[in-house]
């Protein structure tokens, strides 16, 4: 018996790196997985059939069932063709990985339009593009199911040189909370990821390359995780992030410090004096440790 045994599931980004190592733990524990892939570049230029075709081969080699998908994220008629694909070949969606994305990384004063436009178009709007038609099928078929949104410590707590990038995960982490209170009605439970692993769009980021990194940063090391989001062993959680990193497992929650209050109204003065209560510790945002 698998985890997701009789389960449907769509994984966007799925010709590679974690959406293709999320697609064959899917498929062993019992999915029947559409494996999206546009084939395109890590920026997001080109495309082609043969990512998705060849993740597909594999699944079908170990006994799975599996069907290909090549349509962009980053458009409504997309999404929609997504979501179509499982519903023709299997009869409803169960899972959805909104895992799809490009870099395309400069500092602010070194991005243009076009790079800005792209990395928010791929990542937030083909998260809404996809998940509307799979949300709408859930909510109506009244069986539940589960998302998952790659979100990003980038977005989420920041990176250099990340800005466009950081705030389309960012807008991703907004949605994922709002659309989990959607969800909680219809028992469409939906998750945030924060992944941090080497694949063709990191590994050539500071300090990722060496074989040492690669290894202890596998991607299908963040796989479980994600299976754990999506199976019943997590069946009571819905709106939660987790940060998923070599061997580490952890939740993320925006929280606030002590803080202070002042009967008479608060001065700068104040706040100043008391930032000990205001700000929290450096230290609990060491996620690497």
């Not at 084939?39 to 006994?63: L, Y």
């Not at 080497?198 to 090391?221: C, F, I, N, S, Y």
């Amino acid at each position: 018996m698998g985890l997701l045994d009789g389960k449907v599931a769509i994984v966007t980004g799925a010709g590679g790196g974690l959406g293709r190592c999320h697609a064959l733990l899917f498929a062993k524990e019992g999915a029947a997985v559409v494996v999206n892939d546009l084939g395109g570049a890590r920026d997001g230029a080109g495309g082609g059939h043969s990512m998705a075709d060849q993740v597909v081969k594999e699944i079908q080699a170990m006994g799975g069932q599996a069907v290909a998908n090549y349509d962009s994220v980053a458009t409504v008629e997309g999404g929609a063709n997504i979501a179509k694909s499982a519903l023709d070949a299997f009869g409803k969606i169960d899972i959805l990985v909104n895992n799809a994305g490009i870099l395309r990384d400069k500092t602010l004063v070194n991005t243009d339009e076009a790079s800005w436009d792209i990395v928010i178009q791929v990542h937030l709007k083909g998260t809404y593009c996809v998940t509307r038609p799979v949300f709408t099928h859930m909510k109506e078929r009244g069986q539940g199911g589960v998302i998952v949104n790659t979100s990003s410590t980038s977005g989420l707590i920041g990176n250099f040189g990340q800005s466009n990038y950081g705030a389309a995960k960012a807008g991703i982490a907004g949605f994922t909370r709002c659309l989990a209170l959607e969800g909680k009605k219809y028992n469409i439970r939906v998750w945030g990821l924060a992944p941090v692993a080497v694949t063709r769009l990191t590994e050539d980021l500071p300090g990722m390359g060496a074989d040492a990194v690669k290894q202890a940063l596998a991607p299908e090391k963040v796989s479980p995780a994600v299976l754990y989001m999506v199976s019943d062993l997590s069946k009571d959680k819905t709106g939660k992030f987790l940060f998923v990193s070599g061997n580490k497992v952890t939740e993320l929650k925006v929280v606030g410090a002590e803080g202070f209050k002042n009967p008479n109204g608060v001065s700068a003065q104040d706040i100043a004096a008391n930032e000990n209560k205001v700000f929290l510790p450096e230290s609990q945002f060491n996620l690497m440790g």
